[in-house]
């Protein structure tokens, strides 16, 4: 395909559209659960793996095909499943990957959902998990055991940004005969590829930057290998976490401006960043970009920007964090992440409520730190809005 030996940029507005009836320069919405067979004999071809074709979707489907396509070339990965939502992509490689007696380490700064479904749910079919701080790495080293069978890092983590060396942590699992999962939702291929440094599996929640307009729930995985494929395919046919044609088409549209977006989002962030680092009202901020963050060299070796996300701290703590949230006007006051909008939260009442205070603590999430998605408005809108948000402060 031309797309090989393009840029990025070029890869985004390219990758993954096929050939189609009528030569659509778009790929086509199959919205189809079911494909007719000429006869059954063809069906039976089929079903037998002698000929290449569509049965059902849950199977296979031209417009999820395409946009998978596209995201493993983004990837540079070796090919991609999509998924019903960024849940579903983990839990798919969780079922996949491990069986009872098995023993993961995972970061402890990550998706709140995605601890529980460790800790509540395949802690059920005996599989442990240790929750470390994976920004140092002797944590990891001494967190792993005879039965690890994966390394699951967010990077950066959520709501921290605490960024894990994705290089040296593939080494520890190698060394280990266990295999490296990257969350890559908070960066995007196009600000890093956890594949170059030695992931074996990269997921994304499209929810998120993949699709970029905050109208779709959507997950993929990306794996290095046809072992991988071949296993967490068969996997999601029989579990059944599979994204649909409409939402395939709604996330590969979004995919075209990815590159540019990202661009966008990291140039606002920087500057919102620096804004807030020199604010009196503000205690201290936590982005990739700054060189106060704690991991900024691990930073500026595998990311190529440093994305859209902030978390900082008042110094008037949750109370002016509150007055904050609740008096802006172009920042959205939501969850989620990854949109054209900026959105604001509050990590320790919203997003990672459920962890308990216990767990948040010991993942660096405060009561006061309040998490910031940087949109792609112009920048000084978002920081006039901040600042006659932060005026209301009074201390
Ligand atoms: C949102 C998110 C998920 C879960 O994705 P859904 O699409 O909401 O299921 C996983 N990881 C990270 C880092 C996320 O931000």
């Given at each position: ?11 985004c ?13 778009v790929p ?12 059954t ?13 569509y ?6 489907n ?6 998978e396509n596209a995201?493993?070339?983004l ?9 019903s ?5 983990i ?5 996949s ?5 098995n ?12 601890r529980?479904l460790?800790?509540?749910?395949f802690n059920k079919?005996g599989?442990?998990t240790?929750?470390v701080?994976?920004s140092n790495?002797?944590?990891?080293e ?5 039965n ?10 959520n ?14 699992a190698?060394?280990?005969k ?8 908070f960066m ?5 590829q956890p594949?170059?440094f030695?992931a074996d599996?990269?997921l994304?929640s499209m929810?998120?930057f ?5 109208d ?11 072992e991988?494929?071949s ?6 046919n029989q ?5 649909d044609?409409?939402?395939s088409?709604?996330v590969h549209?979004g995919l075209?401006?990815l ?15 620096e804004?807030l ?5 503000v ?8 060189k ?10 595998q990311h190529?920007?440093?994305?859209g996300?902030?978390?900082f701290?008042l110094?008037g703590?949750?109370?002016?964090g ?5 008096n802006?006007?172009l920042?959205?006051l939501a969850v989620s ?11 320790a ?6 962890l308990?205070k216990e767990n948040?603590?010991?993942a660096?999430?405060t ?6 998605s940087?949109?792609?408005e ?9 600042e ?5 402060i009074?201390?």
């Amino acid at each position: 395909m031309l797309t090989k030996n393009i840029h990025f940029d070029s890869k985004c507005v390219h990758s993954g559209v096929g050939e189609y009836e009528h030569g659509p320069v778009v790929p086509p919405i199959y919205q189809t659960s079911t494909f007719k067979f000429v006869n059954t004999d063809q069906g039976a071809r089929l079903f037998k793996g002698e000929e290449d074709g569509y049965i059902y979707t849950r199977m296979r489907n031209p417009t999820i095909e395409a946009l998978e396509n596209a995201v493993a070339e983004l990837e540079e990965g070796h090919k991609a499943l999509a998924c019903s939502s960024g849940m579903a992509a983990i839990n798919t490689i969780f079922t996949s990957l491990l069986e009872k007696g098995n023993h993961v380490v995972c970061s402890e700064s990550l998706y709140g959902p995605t601890r529980l479904l460790l800790e509540t749910i395949f802690n059920k079919f005996g599989i442990e998990t240790s929750f470390v701080n994976t920004s140092n790495l002797t944590e990891i080293e001494d967190a792993v055991k005879s039965n690890t069978k994966l390394i699951y890092i967010e990077t950066p983590g959520n709501p921290t940004l605490a960024i894990t060396d994705i290089e040296q942590t593939a080494k520890i699992a190698h060394s280990s005969k266990s295999l490296l999962v990257v969350d890559n939702t908070f960066m995007s291929p196009a600000l890093q590829q956890p594949i170059k440094f030695g992931a074996d599996v990269v997921l994304h929640s499209m929810t998120k930057f993949l699709n970029g307009h905050a109208d779709v729930i959507a997950g993929v995985i990306v794996v290095k290998n046809e072992e991988l494929y071949s296993i967490i395919r068969k996997t999601l046919n029989q579990t059944g976490g599979v994204i649909d044609p409409f939402n395939s088409f709604l996330v590969h549209r979004g995919l075209k401006t990815l590159s540019l977006r990202m661009q966008r989002h990291s140039q606002n962030a920087q500057v919102v960043a620096e804004f807030l680092e020199n604010h009196s009202k503000v205690k201290w901020v936590s982005y990739p970009g700054l060189k106060s963050h704690p991991q900024y060299d691990v930073a500026q070796k595998q990311h190529y920007g440093s994305g859209g996300m902030i978390s900082f701290e008042l110094k008037g703590g949750i109370e002016a964090g509150k007055t904050l949230m609740n008096n802006v006007k172009l920042c959205q006051l939501a969850v989620s992440l990854g949109g054209v909008e900026s959105l604001i939260q509050h990590p320790a009442s919203m997003t990672h409520f459920s962890l308990g205070k216990e767990n948040r603590e010991k993942a660096g999430i405060t009561d006061g730190l309040v998490r910031l998605s940087v949109g792609i408005e112009n920048v000084n809108d978002i920081i006039n809005d901040l600042e006659q948000s932060l005026k209301k402060i009074s201390f």
